[in-house]
């Protein structure tokens, strides 16, 4: 008897799969109502390494004693005075509205709707380019080379985000791969499913190879939806 895809049993919710609980804080921007027509300053107090994330968190003490962290850029330091809200300046680290920052600009950690605390752009080392503004409306080029129109209205951080060269690193050894998962509550090692059985996966059996093609459907059922999903293009880039 077949059992259900790992996709699956990770889409149910259960204790096995549930999102750790051990990261340091929830780095969303502060209120937006206190940076909507002002300008808020702090200074970094701490830069902290959250076991939960792959970016580096940053501490911030505002002015008006409030306290707030956000997932840091590259290039801030312990001490470095930061401005969030209308008129902060375009520099590394600071917190501006879309509609502030010129046409070119690198951001992160970006809103998808204004005062959701930031929502895109979050990785280490990855950054949007906003490419043009007008009529209340920005458009933002993200990593994946895909181009978003958003509200302009929406915060984001200037620069890029920090621990861009994390994938320099080689894990050289299992172990340490599995620490560096287990720690964000992954499952690791994982099967491929081109080993599986073929009652246990849609590409398993015959000799290791998937059978058919692995582009799948965006609506294909969760028993079918596995490989590449709602594929634009596959193989190698000719040159």
């Known amino acids: ?6 996709t699956q049993r990770r889409g149910a919710g259960s204790p096995v799969y549930i999102a ?12 937006y109502n206190y940076t909507k027509e002002q300008l808020l300053k702090g200074e970094i107090v701490e830069l902290i390494n959250d076991p939960a994330r792959t ?3 940053a501490k911030i003490r505002f002015d008006n004693g409030m306290e707030d962290y ?3 850029a590259e290039g801030i330091y312990t001490g470095q005075r930061v401005e969030f809200g209308a008129n902060a300046a375009l520099e590394v680290g600071n917190v501006k509205h879309l509609r502030e920052c010129i046409e070119g600009c690198p951001v992160f950690n970006i ?6 605390g930031g929502s895109l752009v979050k990785t280490s080392g990855g950054y949007a380019l906003i490419l043009t503004k007008e009529k209340g409306k920005a458009l933002v080029k993200m990593p994946s080379g895909k181009i978003v129109e958003m509200n302009a209205n929406c915060r984001a951080t200037i620069g890029c985000a920090g621990g861009g060269g994390r994938k320099d690193k080689p894990f ?4 340490k791969k599995y620490i560096a998962m287990r720690a964000r509550h992954k499952k690791y090692p994982t099967v491929r499913g081109v080993a599986m ?4 996966h849609p590409f398993g059996g015959a000799n290791h190879h998937p059978g058919k093609s692995k582009s799948t459907s965006r609506h294909a059922p969760p028993g079918r939806k596995v490989g590449d999903i709602a ?3 596959t193989g190698r880039r000719k040159k």
């Open 1 to 6: 008897m077949g059992k259900r895809l790992k």
């Open 20 to 31: 750790t609980k051990h990261g340091v804080a929830v780095p969303k921007y502060i209120d």
């Open 55 to 57: 970016g580096v968190l």
């Open 70 to 72: 956000m997932i840091a």
């Open 111 to 116: 809103e998808m709707a204004p005062g959701d």
């Open 172 to 175: 050289v050894k299992a172990g």
């Open 197 to 200: 059985n073929a009652v246990d």
């Open 231 to 233: 594929s634009s293009r």
